[in-house]
């Protein structure tokens, strides 16, 4: 079959390829302009999906009392399941030297966690997983602390109670089921805390030797 043969315009051409000058411009810069959308829609995104229960810190003194009643130590490794600004694991590195592992599935908490590791100067010490606390191994703690709601404790007990034996558990709060704890105190908190509550009733587990 013969081949027609193709016209080319060259000013056409050179449009298409080159592009004007003010095209030229505005395509250069289209892949760095997505990309920088594309990263601000990363940052400012939310959490991938509704979390289980919202955003309140623990107080200051119920985060020394919660790291004191679980005896926390160097060797120790915290994991905080919802770990909000990272206050407790943070606090865990900074004043025991242990090393901590906070999880939360809002990615706003999890910048704000790793900001303030920073500026504490324990990042080295701490890690922060924007993960589903449902999702997450943390078969490696020695201490977890929670600050969630009673249904949540008790959809979490068997990865709890699964645990190594010896690894203890502190709750903010709430029970884990009909799971007796082996001590419950009350602590007094500070009326200058942000979130003062007045006191707050604070639960240790130790996960007990498998039979
Ligand atoms: C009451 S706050 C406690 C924050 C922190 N533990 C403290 O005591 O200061 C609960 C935290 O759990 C997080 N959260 C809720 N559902 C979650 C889920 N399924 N997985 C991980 N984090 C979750 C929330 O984003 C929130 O930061």
Redesign the pocket.
Known sequence: MPCSKVQTNPDRDTLRNEGSPIMRRSFGLLPAALLAAAFALAQNAG?A??????????TET??KA?LQLAKVRSSDVVY?????????VIAAAKDYGARGV?????PE?IREAKEKARRAGVENRVEFRE??????DFHEATVV?????PA?NKRLRPQLEALKPGTRIIS?TFEIGDWKPAREVIVKEDAGDAYYFGSRRLFLWIVPKRK
């Open positions: 959490p999906r509704e979390p289980d229960v919202p955003y309140v810190p623990t119920a985060v919660m905080d399941l919802g770990c909000g600004d990272g206050r407790i906070g999880i939360d599935i809002d908490r993960q589903d606390l449902f999702r997450s602390t929670l600050f969630l709601l949540i903010n």
